[in-house]
């Protein structure tokens, strides 16, 4: 006789159980995804917790695997994605941003992208997504002064920062370039 159990979570992940007989199995979710194996064990408890142990090691993995700013790579970009919900002008300004030479824009061409006229709601706007993708990268972007997330750097760069790095007075818009690891997931989707 089959009994299935109402799942726990840990890290965006659901774990169910159930239970076969004396054994008792789990396995992780993302979603409707399932992710790694499934684990039979003698108890629920040690199955959820050899599950939890076995998300803690792929996720340790994937952080190994960060580049040297610490972004999540391409394979993380690309599993995040399908879990995000955009609304059409949050879509529109990362088509437009995917699809512009070099892959960089200013906050006014993502504006337009949207159908905006000002780029102060397409700043909010693009700041909610670059949130949203945070949070299910498990990624922490840099902080303004004032102690608040930069949640556009989860998104895009400062096209210009290496010039303004160097003292270089950068005149005109700010640009944002699109990450890389961005662009990558966003074409093999």
């Known amino acids: 006789m089959l009994i299935k159990f109402p799942g726990v979570t840990h ?10 007989g004396d054994e008792w199995q789990a396995r992780a979710f993302r979603g409707k995804t399932e992710i790694g194996e499934v684990v039979t064990t003698s108890t629920d408890e040690s199955a959820i917790l050899i ?4 998300l803690d090691e792929t996720a340790a993995r ?5 580049g040297a700013d610490g972004f ?9 994605l399908p879990h995000l919900k955009f609304n059409r002008a949050q879509e ?3 088509a437009a941003h995917v699809e512009a030479p070099n892959h960089v824009l200013t906050a006014t061409q993502l504006a337009e992208a949207a159908g905006y006229g000002d780029y102060v709601v397409a700043n909010s706007q693009y700041g909610q997504l670059g949130r949203a993708l945070a949070e299910e990268l498990d990624w922490e972007p840099p902080m303004r002064k004032d102690g608040n997330p930069i949640w556009t750097l ?4 400062d096209a210009d920062g290496s010039a303004r790095e160097e003292g270089e007075e950068v005149s005109g818009h700010w640009r944002w370039k699109l990450r890389p690891e961005i662009v990558s997931a966003m074409a093999s989707q």
């Open 154 to 157: 989860t998104l895009a760069t």
């Open 72 to 80: 999540p790579t391409v394979d993380e970009v690309r599993a995040a």
């Open 92 to 94: 529109a300004m990362l």
């Open 62 to 66: 994937q952080r190994a695997m960060r």
């Open 11 to 20: 890290r965006r992940h659901s774990i169910k159980t159930l239970k076969s």
């Open 51 to 54: 599950v939890k142990r076995q």
